[in-house]
Structures are given as C-alpha cells and as structure tokens.
C-alpha cells in the first residue's frame, strides 16, 4: 500500500471487505496513525448498523436504486462522515459565538451593576433617581426638628409636582411620611419609607436619606411639604 492508499481505507476496513494482505498493512498502519484510529472509531458504530442491511440508496440519487459494491459502499460512509463532520463544526462555530456573546454581555452587565470600574457607566448615573433628581436641581431648605436638617428639589409635571427629599439626622426605628399641604389645608402623601436603627446622617451613618415622590398639585397649589413620623411628629418643614 501506498500512505495515501492506507489513509483512505478506513471505510473499507471498518466494513470488513479489505483483501488479508491489505488488512493485515493496515492493522499495522493503525498503530501509528492516530487520525484513523479516531476515524475508525467513528465508523465502527456505523458499520455494525449496516450489517445485513441490503443495498443502500445515495441520498443525492433518489432515481439509482441498484445495488452498490464494496466500493460504492466506502464512498458513500465517507460522504455522509464528511457531511457529519461540517455539521458538528457549524454547530460548534455558532455555539461558540453565542457563548462569547453571552460572556462579553455578562461582564457588560456585571460591570454596569457592580460599577467595580471605579466610575459610573457611560450613560448611567452612580446614584439613585432621588438623589439624581435632587442633585441636579435648586434645593429649598427646610426646618428642622432638633438635629435634623434637609430639603426639597421640586419638578413642575404636566401631571403636577415631582419633589426629591434629602434628609439627614435621623435615627431609627421610624417609619415616616413625606406630606404635601396645599394653601387650602388639604393633605396629600407624596411617599413613604421606614428608617432603619442605625438611622441616616448620623454619626456612623453618614449617608443621608434621598427619597422622591409626585402628588398631583402644581407648585403655585402647594403651602408647604413635612416630614412626618407615623406617630404624628414632623421632623422637617419646607415651606414653597
């Protein structure tokens, strides 16, 4: 046998229709080639399904239905291997590319929650919308209970006012409210949060509180907003 002959009877022998001499060459090729061995491997399954199987079809000729030599036989598990072959590796292209998507996506991700890179993602604020929405506006000071300080940003809407509290020197547990009045006496809560034992601008709890909220009346309807305890103590007056 030439090498390019003992490379290309891996069907053959798989089928069993080698002559002795060339079986026995190839045997012996097999020790020392290792891509038909894993060819071999592959084959094998498929030569025992084809064990007294009549005639095969070729799927490319569906008008020749005669019978196929040994010969025949070979070049059509080659076809269909070969076939096989560029399916897997279709599939492991794309399975691949979905997985490095899925990667790059995920640090994306990951980097815009944890925000570990030191700075606020592009586009994205590092604080929450109370904050941002009382950060970029004019506060109005309010009066406080002792100890206690903050103020109000306030958006004109269409649909009424938007207010964005800071509050600092609180301590819990509370649970408090925030409380528009308007020039008539009316009361309306604007939103509401539980103030936690540790507290909010204080010492060991630096950070102050930012909430936000709407209500329904433009500023020019609004006296004044209060930070109210549930049990009936205002912490903090702002007056429009």
């Known amino acids: 046998m030439t090498s390019q002959v003992e490379h290309t009877d891996v069907g053959a022998y798989a089928l069993g229709i080698l002559e002795e001499p060339d079986r026995t060459a190839f045997s012996n090729h097999l020790a020392s080639c290792p891509s038909c061995t ?24 569906d008008a020749d239905t005669g019978d196929r030599g040994p010969a025949e036989v070979v070049n059509l598990l080659r076809r ?13 292209v794309i399975g691949a590319a979905a997985a490095v998507t899925l990667v790059a996506g995920g640090i994306a991700v990951g980097t815009s929650i944890s925000g570990e890179s030191g700075s606020a993602p592009v586009g994205h604020s ?5 904050e ?3 950060r970029s506006g004019t506060p109005l000071a309010g009066t406080g209970a002792s100890g206690v300080t903050g103020g109000l940003v306030l958006e004109t809407k269409g649909w ?8 600092r020197g609180v301590k819990g547990p509370l649970e408090c409210e925030l409380v ?3 020039r008539s006496g009316e009361r309306r809560v604007v939103t509401g949060w539980a103030v936690p ?3 909010y601008g204080v010492p060991g709890s630096p950070e102050p509180l930012y909430v936000h909220g709407g209500v329904a009346w433009g500023p020019a309807g609004i006296d004044r ?7 009936g103590d205002t912490l903090l007056t702002v007056m429009v």
């Open 126 to 130: 590092a604080h929450g919308p109370a």
């Open 132 to 134: 941002d929405a009382y």
């Open 160 to 167: 009424g006012t938007h207010a964005a509290l800071e509050l």
């Open 180 to 182: 528009a009045v308007s």
């Open 80 to 92: 269909r291997k070969a076939a096989d072959r560029r399916a897997r590796r279709g599939t492991f």
């Open 225 to 231: 907003f209060e930070v109210r305890t549930t049990g």
């Open 38 to 61: 894993a060819e071999l491997q592959e084959l094998s399954g498929v030569a025992g399904a084809l064990a007294g199987i009549g005639p095969l079809e070729d799927e490319r000729d």
């Open 197 to 199: 034992e540790r507290g």
